[in-house]
């Protein structure tokens, strides 16, 4: 239990370095002519995410060797405000209208300014993300533009309940694991490392994203405030989360009829009902062994690097991230 | 005559390369992941811009002493793929149905789509911008966010009646004038020049972006389809253009109150009676005349460079682009 504290205690302190650089930078655009788009995107930016992307960018640094430097800050906040621009996005055409417990940007200051100030998060993110060498810019911009292609994929499998689980896949290798996997990598070039560290640091990343937008899925459907999201956000949306998708494959006759009822016009009234549609297809189980296999592959990727006080610093994020005890 | 005709076929050879050039990326990504993204994307990208933003860096390039290479077209293209993300964003909070005469993409695609698109465009141009040492990218990433900046005041400024001719240079500088001043400044510091004739460059860039900003504004009011442009979009959308300002400042009394009563309610019309209104003031006049000064003050500026044949060229494309002559 010391041990774990103590983890906690020293990835905290990742994540502190992080807030200090993101608020530094925003009292400089505070000040600057972007003043007003800085204060609409600071309410979202500092409105306690878990920093999940720069921690990840600082230690990968670190686990292959790189020294703390300003170069890798940079790369870590330009990662942190281009995913809140997709955020920012997502929210305006996912409708939603709250964000880590609070009005989203579209609701309270429209969909005109939401879209600017997206907009606004993704240049300055490039901006900090474009100083770095060209192989890192050539990650960044393919990470990007995969994550567009994987919306309008997702979007277009809104209440589609052919979704096949390689569709899934795809989406959320562009989606949620990409920036994952990315943040790894580029960290890792900047750190000089060899191609095969740089390919399994990434592929680290990969699983560990995979695994996170699962667990993600599974909330959704069980409910855990503590992560912060309420239940059933995706199942109104409409979106085919991994537990859906396998009970829909797995499922015949009048159970899998009555689940496509369900999910064609859900509201809350569905929900004992679907919770024993999805026990009895066994996607709870399916999801969560996946969830194993994915981190279980990534660790077994991450222990090729040398051990460092990084390297296991990744190994807690990875759980923690994934919502384990560590 | 001749000579002008040659003019047009020489600006026209620098057009045709960067349409080429754009056509190659098209291609390239239509056979990648991102090829949803770019079906839509070129539907915009490829509907007969005039280029000028492209152009223009080829051509400072040149004129700063530069050798035509393929990181110059990097940054021609970026400028174009960025311009046109603006244009796709811009379209869905104007609520605008025609761009370049035929449907925007959120008319044909959904709001969803479009900033999806967008941000596609954006990542795709600074994939490429981020490519170039570290003053352009600062360039490139500072000129973006003041086109977040000027977006937001403009819209603040939506039939705000009390619009100074200092919030119109504000937001011209920000929203149009910006683009065209990095344009040069970029190509102008790839081609390594020197300070002052960056500064130059920057400067005719910044002068012809605020003249051609103005011509579009007398346009709106007075019409010319051969520009491409319907009159009459920006008065429909409430948008505060330098003759209704100028107008706004100097009218008093019934005059002053009659073209407020006519810009807070506008329809078709009243288009003779702001038309009538707009001349008593000299408003026409003093816009024709800022133009004609902010094209003399960015030429002066030019002609401090050797003079060249693309330099040439450039003078010829201010003229061109103010729908001159030659």
Known sequence: MVASIDLEARLRSYRDRVESALEELVSEEMLGPSAEAMAMARTVLM??????????????????????????????????????????????????????????????????????????????????GGRAENKIVESVSTTC???????????????????RPEDYDEIVRGKTAGPFANACAAAAILADASEIEIENLKGFGMGIGVAFQMVDDLLDLTGDLSMGKPRGTDVHEGKMTLPLIHALTVLHGAPRQRISEILESFNDAHWDELTELLHEAGSFEYTRNLIETHLINALDKLRTLPSTPARELMEGLAEISLGRKV
């Open 47 to 128: 409105a306690g995410g878990k920093r999940w992307r720069p921690v990840l960018t600082l230690l990968a640094h670190e686990a292959a060797g790189g020294v703390p430097n300003d170069e890798v800050m940079d790369l870590a906040l330009a990662f942190e405000l281009i995913h809140t621009a997709t955020l920012v996005h997502d929210d305006i055409y996912d409708g939603a209208r709250l964000r880590r417990g609070a009005p989203t940007l579209h609701t309270t200051h429209g969909d005109a300014e939401a879209i600017i100030v997206g907009d606004y998060l993704f240049v300055l993110g490039f901006g900090l």
């Open 145 to 163: 533009t995969a994550i567009a292609a994987a919306e309008l994929k997702q979007m277009r499998h809104i209440r589609d309940l052919t979704t």
